[in-house]
């Protein structure tokens, strides 16, 4: 590619065609803050509509500033970005935004995560001189997952963005022009009325506080002071590795063992794993999965490829989107599901206390969990088999509140019996790691013999669509690997139209790199490094384990034992297997 | 009227016509514009089945039928009146015309008077600036138009 030669603030700087002023300025390390731009490395997701200003910097020989952002550098070009014309011009910008948006940062929840007050400071605004009309009338829009407050909104269109060109789903468009527009839904119908799948990327996105996730905090607190209520919680594999950013601590810090603690100070009774039930998720769906691969090489009619189903934003999106292809996706629950079911009735009885006594708190990466959590084929008797559904944020939170200070607390163990998983369940969290954990299940079981390599590394990495083939008992099975809704969409359109890659097991996260980058996840402010951390993190406590097998896990084979008798089997199917149902929205 | 302005027989023709065109893609507007001919106006109803016959996104509908003020989602007068607010119109006086208009009929823009006789609305030059200010009724145009004309103008429907 050709290249370019530039002076940036001094420096003399070589770069590619095509890279904008923002490219070179960070590869030299010069600093020029931005607003609406957000481009997330290892994934597709890119969003430059250069609208903010905020990146604006002089170019030698042009009347205007210019977006640095979205400006291609040209031969020669001799830029500024701190020259003081730029400066004023920046705070000028940013007191606009602010001067039509809210001041109440100290009860908004994003504050010390706002993209906007951090600029406000950096851009030294102290003093907002300017007044008008205000854009505060919208009303604020709310489902279980997600809030909308417009009022805060600064029409970044990160969000809609992210829903429309990485997720494919666009429940949200712009509406309205001029000083009405707004980013909204369809008629301004409420969320659960459009093919939102509450996946939360919009809320990962947001620079500021208009899209938050729906705060249960004080659901959680009012039960653990309950002294009636048996408070049970369980940890998601991808919270393990995340959470510590909240703390202090470097993305990808495995803290499994001080979350542990931290939440037996919070006065839970009991802290099991999410990555049990994964385990148990894999026996299930791994059954399934055998099953339907039998009937098809015995040459039997059945539904294939199996769709995985423990991704909550992903069964939304099917179950909106896909109505003809009810029939692929694995009936067995999502761990998050299947851990609600084990507790409020295998644990239940062995406590000798009724389900109503017993609180289930699920800490979660995601936001989408809170909807599958509210699913009448997740309650028994109006009851819920989970009654809380906490986003990683929301727990780092509650700890904060609680003035625990997780990144210095000693490690705990879990609980038992629920809190005992294998390297498989971790895997859970990222893009891969569901189909690799049933792989090593499902080739053990019809191999009849132990895997020669564990690791399947074609699963693995952050390409939007992954495919191999591997040889099981003289049989190429073909699975494929998406995560991002818009990859799950373009593999669904693929089996619609005969299936021509002949699949036979396909796994669908719908964020980004999986659970580790899901809408409930500590904020990534746009450094895909952080993702990627969390990636390596995620293996390294799967290599780490003495066990890596789902259905080698003792605690699950006890369970079955004791009360499932075997994967598949009428109670199994009555209590961890779900089904689905079309929903037709805007 | 509501139930009768969304007949079968019309959503068949916009149908008809969707499916007469070669290719689907880039067509939104075009259908958009066809489907307001047909029904008058594009409800929730009408922009529902227009993305889907369409195959596009009934957000990306929506945003393009609230971004264009020739459409309108409130059902149109059985006359409707259009004043330009374009340039030339401007400047020679349309704005007391439309502040009459809305005074005689008590509504303001992109409304309808309660009895579906009338609806009112702005627009940016129809191209007879030669005529300012202009006011469109249905297909008729009234050219020269000061405030003292609008109750005779009305009179005549």
């Given at each position: 590619?050709?290249?370019?030669?530039?002076?940036?603030?001094?420096?003399?700087?070589?770069?590619?065609?095509?890279?904008?002023?923002?490219?070179?300025?960070?590869?030299?390390?010069?600093?020029?803050?931005?607003?609406?731009?957000?481009?997330?490395?290892?994934?597709?997701?890119?969003?430059?509509?250069?609208?903010?200003?905020?990146?604006?910097?002089?170019?030698?020989?042009?009347?205007?500033?210019?977006?640095?952002?979205?400006?291609?550098?040209?031969?020669?070009?001799?830029?500024?970005?701190?020259?003081?014309?730029?400066?004023?011009?920046?705070?000028?910008?940013?007191?606009?935004?602010?001067?039509?948006?809210?001041?109440?940062?100290?009860?908004?929840?994003?504050?010390?995560?706002?993209?906007?007050?951090?600029?406000?400071?950096?851009?030294?605004?102290?003093?907002?001189?300017?007044?008008?009309?205000?854009?505060?009338?919208?009303?604020?829009?709310?489902?279980?997952?997600?809030?909308?407050?417009?009022?805060?909104?600064?029409?970044?269109?990160?969000?809609?963005?992210?829903?429309?060109?990485?997720?494919?789903?666009?429940?949200?468009?712009?509406?309205?022009?001029?000083?009405?527009?707004?980013?909204?839904?369809?008629?301004?119908?409420?969320?659960?009325?459009?093919?939102?799948?509450?996946?939360?990327?919009?809320?990962?996105?947001?620079?500021?506080?208009?899209?938050?996730?729906?705060?249960?905090?004080?659901?959680?607190?009012?039960?653990?002071?309950?002294?009636?209520?048996?408070?049970?919680?369980?940890?998601?594999?991808?919270?393990?590795?995340?959470?510590?950013?909240?703390?202090?601590?470097?993305?990808?810090?495995?803290?499994?063992?001080?979350?542990?603690?931290?939440?037996?100070?919070?006065?839970?009774?009991?802290?099991?794993?999410?990555?049990?039930?994964?385990?148990?998720?894999?026996?299930?769906?791994?059954?399934?999965?055998?099953?339907?691969?039998?009937?098809?090489?015995?040459?039997?009619?059945?539904?294939?490829?199996?769709?995985?189903?423990?991704?909550?934003?992903?069964?939304?999106?099917?179950?909106?989107?896909?109505?003809?292809?009810?029939?692929?996706?694995?009936?067995?629950?999502?761990?998050?599901?299947?851990?609600?079911?084990?507790?409020?009735?295998?644990?239940?009885?062995?406590?000798?206390?009724?389900?109503?006594?017993?609180?289930?708190?699920?800490?979660?990466?995601?936001?989408?969990?809170?909807?599958?959590?509210?699913?009448?084929?997740?309650?028994?008797?109006?009851?819920?088999?989970?009654?809380?559904?906490?986003?990683?944020?929301?727990?780092?939170?509650?700890?904060?509140?609680?003035?625990?200070?997780?990144?210095?607390?000693?490690?705990?163990?879990?609980?038992?019996?629920?809190?005992?998983?294998?390297?498989?369940?971790?895997?859970?969290?990222?893009?891969?790691?569901?189909?690799?954990?049933?792989?090593?299940?499902?080739?053990?079981?019809?191999?009849?013999?132990?895997?020669?390599?564990?690791?399947?590394?074609?699963?693995?990495?952050?390409?939007?669509?992954?495919?191999?083939?591997?040889?099981?008992?003289?049989?190429?099975?073909?699975?494929?690997?998406?995560?991002?809704?818009?990859?799950?969409?373009?593999?669904?359109?693929?089996?619609?139209?005969?299936?021509?890659?002949?699949?036979?097991?396909?796994?669908?996260?719908?964020?980004?790199?999986?659970?580790?980058?899901?809408?409930?996840?500590?904020?990534?402010?746009?450094?895909?490094?952080?993702?990627?951390?969390?990636?390596?993190?995620?293996?390294?406590?799967?290599?780490?384990?003495?066990?890596?097998?789902?259905?080698?896990?003792?605690?699950?084979?006890?369970?079955?034992?004791?009360?499932?008798?075997?994967?598949?089997?009428?109670?199994?199917?009555?209590?961890?297997?779900?089904?689905?149902?079309?929903?037709?929205?805007? | 009227m509501a139930m009768d302005s969304l007949s079968k027989e019309k959503f068949?023709e916009l149908?008809?016509?969707?499916?007469?065109?070669?290719?689907?893609?880039?067509?939104?507007?075009?259908?958009?514009?066809?489907a307001q001919g047909i029904f008058g106006y594009l409800p929730?109803e009408v922009?529902?089945?227009?993305?889907?016959?369409?195959?596009?996104?009934?957000?990306?509908?929506?945003?393009?039928?609230?971004?264009?003020?020739?459409?309108s989602m409130t059902p149109k007068g059985e006359?409707?009146?259009?004043?330009?607010?374009?340039?030339?119109?401007?400047?020679?006086?349309?704005?007391?015309?439309?502040?009459?208009?809305?005074?005689?009929?008590?509504?303001?823009?992109?409304?309808t008077?309660?009895?579906g006789?009338?609806?009112?609305?702005?627009?940016?030059?129809?191209?007879?600036?030669?005529?300012?200010?202009?006011?469109?009724?249905?297909?008729?145009?009234?050219?020269?138009?000061?405030?003292?004309?609008?109750?005779?103008?009305?009179?005549?429907?």
């Amino acid at each position: 590619m050709a290249e370019i030669h530039v002076e940036i603030d001094g420096k003399k700087v070589t770069a590619a065609a095509g890279s904008t002023i923002l490219d070179v300025a960070k590869s030299v390390g010069i600093e020029i803050p931005t607003l609406c731009y957000m481009k997330l490395h290892n994934t597709e997701y890119k969003c430059q509509p250069a609208s903010c200003r905020v990146c604006v910097v002089e170019v030698q020989g042009r009347r205007n500033l210019c977006p640095a952002c979205a400006t291609p550098i040209t031969e020669g070009m001799v830029i500024k970005t701190t020259s003081m014309r730029v400066l004023q011009a920046r705070k000028m910008i940013v007191e606009l935004l602010i001067s039509d948006h809210p001041n109440d940062c100290l009860t908004c929840n994003k504050s010390g995560q706002c993209e906007l007050q951090d600029l406000a400071r950096k851009a030294g605004v102290v003093n907002i001189s300017l007044s008008g009309k205000k854009q505060s009338t919208y009303e604020v829009m709310e489902n279980k997952a997600i809030v909308r407050d417009m009022s805060k909104c600064i029409m970044c269109r990160r969000c809609e963005k992210m829903c429309s060109n990485i997720q494919s789903v666009h429940a949200l468009s712009g509406v309205d022009r001029g000083f009405e527009a707004v980013v909204g839904t369809s008629f301004g119908e409420p969320l659960d009325n459009t093919v939102c799948v509450g996946c939360g990327q919009c809320v990962a996105v947001c620079p500021v506080g208009a899209l938050m996730e729906k705060d249960d905090t004080d659901a959680v607190i009012k039960a653990l002071a309950d002294p009636d209520k048996t408070v049970v919680f369980q940890t998601a594999p991808a919270t393990r590795v995340a959470i510590g950013e909240e703390f202090g601590l470097e993305p990808g810090t495995d803290v499994t063992y001080k979350m542990v603690t931290a939440l037996k100070n919070l006065g839970a009774d009991y802290v099991f794993d999410t990555d049990y039930a994964a385990d148990l998720t894999i026996m299930e769906e791994g059954t399934e999965l055998i099953g339907r691969l039998t009937k098809f090489l015995n040459g039997e009619k059945t539904a294939l490829p199996l769709l995985t189903s423990c991704c909550p934003g992903w069964v939304n999106f099917y179950e909106s989107q896909f109505p003809d292809m009810l029939d692929l996706p694995s009936t067995a629950k999502s761990p998050q599901g299947m851990f609600g079911a084990v507790a409020k009735n295998y644990f239940a009885e062995k406590l000798q206390i009724p389900r109503e006594k017993m609180f289930v708190v699920s800490i979660m990466p995601c936001t989408a969990k809170k909807i599958e959590a509210a699913r009448d084929e997740l309650k028994a008797d109006g009851n819920p088999d989970v009654d809380v559904v906490l986003t990683t944020r929301e727990a780092a939170r509650l700890i904060k509140f609680a003035n625990i200070d997780l990144a210095n607390l000693p490690e705990s163990d879990y609980d038992n019996p629920l809190g005992e998983s294998t390297g498989a369940a971790v895997i859970f969290g990222v893009t891969g790691g569901v189909l690799e954990a049933a792989l090593r299940t499902v080739y053990e079981v019809l191999e009849k013999k132990t895997l020669p390599s564990i690791e399947f590394e074609e699963v693995r990495g952050f390409e939007g669509i992954k495919v191999a083939t591997i040889s099981i008992a003289g049989q190429d099975i073909n699975v494929a690997v998406a995560h991002g809704l818009g990859n799950a969409r373009k593999l669904m359109e693929e089996i619609k139209n005969g299936n021509p890659r002949n699949l036979h097991a396909v796994e669908v996260m719908a964020c980004p790199g999986g659970c580790i980058g899901g809408g409930g996840q500590p904020y990534h402010h746009g450094d895909g490094d952080i993702l990627a951390a969390r990636m390596n993190c995620t293996y390294e406590i799967d290599e780490g384990k003495p066990i890596r097998k789902s259905h080698e896990n003792p605690a699950i084979q006890a369970l079955y034992k004791e009360y499932y008798q075997k994967p598949g089997s009428e109670i199994a199917h009555k209590q961890l297997h779900t089904h689905y149902t079309y929903r037709e929205k805007y | 009227m509501a139930m009768d302005s969304l007949s079968k027989e019309k959503f068949e023709e916009l149908g008809t016509y969707i499916d007469s065109l070669p290719s689907k893609k880039g067509e939104l507007i075009r259908v958009l514009h066809r489907a307001q001919g047909i029904f008058g106006y594009l409800p929730k109803e009408v922009q529902f089945f227009v993305a889907r016959k369409m195959d596009v996104p009934t957000s990306k509908v929506y945003g393009v039928v609230t971004f264009y003020s020739y459409f309108s989602m409130t059902p149109k007068g059985e006359h409707n009146i259009s004043v330009c607010l374009g340039t030339a119109c401007y400047v020679r006086g349309a704005e007391p015309v439309l502040e009459e208009f809305k005074k005689q009929l008590g509504i303001s823009c992109n409304e309808t008077t309660a009895d579906g006789k009338f609806s009112l609305n702005a627009l940016r030059c129809v191209g007879a600036c030669g005529l300012a200010p202009v006011v469109m009724i249905g297909d008729k145009v009234y050219g020269r138009v000061t405030k003292d004309m609008v109750k005779d103008i009305l009179a005549e429907y």
